[in-house]
């Protein structure tokens, strides 16, 4: 079966921080201005990048990934939600699919997970944005070789980047014309002000970027100035039907039991701008299986709010340390639910979060104090990549022996560490985890961890979440009207 086809492309390049970011933005901003629905994906585990496409076009941006879901929940995710757009859009709806590093890279010679890959099983047309920076006829050579790598990839055009004068773009135009038959869609020079500029672990995020309206203002005059949108337009339209995806399968036991449950359990987001690394997919996978998602901060908040689980994302609590050390009250109440069973599940930042302390620069933040870890922070990554862990050992929130695929990214690393009533559920087949390939420390009903899961990939995620919420939600003492607040 067949469903009805949307408008889609995907936006790839010759290799990372060759401008992809930018024409996906500069895209996004400016047809959303002249009323074109966008729905845009992100494809490999980023979240910075990710968050930017969703200012932008404001709407959630989602993640696709061949590595941590399998081609059939990847499929799934992105024809679900693009049939849900095409359903409510009035007028025109489109959906533009970021790619990551280079159109063929990946984690094995082979591009298994790569952008190509990704652009092949969605049927959407690919452009690419090249660096031309003192190149001219190399740049179509580049473009003839992506060509010749893979004719199932369907590119369709390209887009230059950092062109620094006319004759260099005529010269690049004729060349790619007539040897690789592509069209120029585009030809940005090099912008006097980068809308949205750098730090260590790329992008700045939106939420700490000074004035965003701003940044989105430039970014869609980028894309009326410099991008031909018309003919990105035809492109993206030009593209096939989908395969309907199957995915009947999906958590059905786990949505099922719970929704018995007949329970209806608040769980706990910490979101601001010190936590705000999270897939939106999570999300949507935490409500569909009957929770309600509550927002709070420990920058904002003096103690921890009536929940009945707390999820903490990764995020920079690095650059928080002194605010989030000074609430001792929200980091107290935390605290003392936690020793009363309280669940909370924690990524990356989070985890750091629940530490003893921090140390940066020779100072010393305390922090929740949970579990018994104190971080410090690196220079350079300690730990960049995708990671495969299996459960080892009993707890609150997965069975064990299961197989789960993730990624870890992250600059803290382990100072001191003892045992004192914790332990490791996870052990790692591939990346790095806590310390000694273990990875997941437990304390009674806490679950934390370097490594990022997704809903899609790992839907018993959310699952074990819901469930170790509505288990709480239940051993809680009513309230009576009366007592104390």
């Known amino acids: 079966m067949l469903n009805k086809s949307i408008p889609r ?17 500069s895209l996004v901003a400016f047809l959303k201005q002249r009323g074109i629905e966008i729905i845009t994906f992100k494809k ?21 990934d061949l590595f941590i879901m399998s081609p059939e929940q990847a499929l ?41 890959e990704l652009a092949k099983l969605l049927s959407a047309p690919v452009i690419i944005t090249v660096d031309c920076t003192k190149a001219t006829n190399t740049v179509a050579a580049m473009i003839l070789g992506c060509q010749e790598m ?32 592509l069209p120029v869609l585009g030809a940005v020079p090099r912008l006097k002000k980068n809308p949205i500029p750098e730090r260590h672990m790329g992008l700045i995020p939106f939420q700490e970027h000074g004035n965003i309206e701003e940044s989105i203002a430039l970014l869609a005059e980028t894309g009326s100035r410099y991008l031909d949108t018309d003919a990105i337009l035809k ?23 719970l929704q018995a449950a007949g329970c209806a359990p608040r769980i706990g987001v910490i979101r601001d701008s010190a936590f705000q690394f999270y897939y939106q ?72 979060y629940l530490g003893r302390r921090l140390i940066l620069e020779g100072s010393t933040y305390p922090m929740v104090g949970a579990l018994p870890v104190t971080f410090g922070l690196q220079k350079r990554p300690l730990a960049h990549g995708y990671t495969i862990v299996e459960v080892e050992r009993d707890n609150p929130y997965f069975q064990r022996r299961k197989l789960f695929k993730g990624h870890e990214f992250h600059y803290s690393k382990v100072l001191e560490i003892d045992e004192d009533g914790a332990y490791m559920a996870f052990k790692v087949k591939r990346g790095k985890g806590i310390v ?47 007592d104390d607040q």
């Open 436 to 482: 000694d390939n273990r990875d997941g420390m437990c304390y009674k009903n806490v679950f934390a961890a370097y490594t990022h899961l997704h809903a899609v990939g790992t839907p018993e995620w959310a699952a074990g979440l819901v469930r170790c919420a509505m288990q709480y939600n239940k051993q809680k003492p009513v309230k009576r009207e009366g």
């Open 281 to 352: 997919e999570n999300f949507e996978e935490i409500e569909r299986l009957g929770a309600s998602i509550v927002e709070v901060s420990p920058l904002k908040e003096d103690r921890l709010p009536e929940l009945d689980a707390l999820y903490i994302g990764g995020g920079f609590p690095e650059t928080h340390a002194i605010a989030l050390a000074d609430n001792a009250g929200f980091r107290d109440s935390l605290y003392n639910a936690i020793q009363d069973g309280f669940p909370v599940y924690a990524e990356c930042g989070g985890l750091m």
């Open 44 to 64: 490999g585990p980023d979240y910075i990048d990710a968050g930017w496409l969703a200012r932008a076009s404001g709407a959630p941006c989602y993640n696709l």
């Open 9 to 25: 492309i995907v936006v790839s390049g010759l290799r990372g921080g060759g401008g992809k970011t930018i024409l996906s933005l």
């Open 235 to 257: 492109i993206a339209a030009s593209a096939g039907p989908l395969k309907k995806a199957d995915i009947g399968r999906r958590s059905a036991a786990a949505y099922n039991s």
């Open 76 to 116: 799934h995710s992105f024809v679900s939600r693009t049939n849900s757009l095409s359903s409510l859009a009035r007028d025109g709806f489109m959906a533009i699919i970021e790619g990551n590093r280079g159109l063929y890279d990946g984690v094995d010679h082979e591009g298994t997970y790569s952008t190509a």
């Open 150 to 181: 893979d004719r199932g990839v369907d590119i369709r055009g390209v887009v230059l980047n950092r062109v620094a004068t006319a004759r260099q773009e005529s010269v690049i135009r004729r060349a790619l014309n007539e040897r690789c038959g």
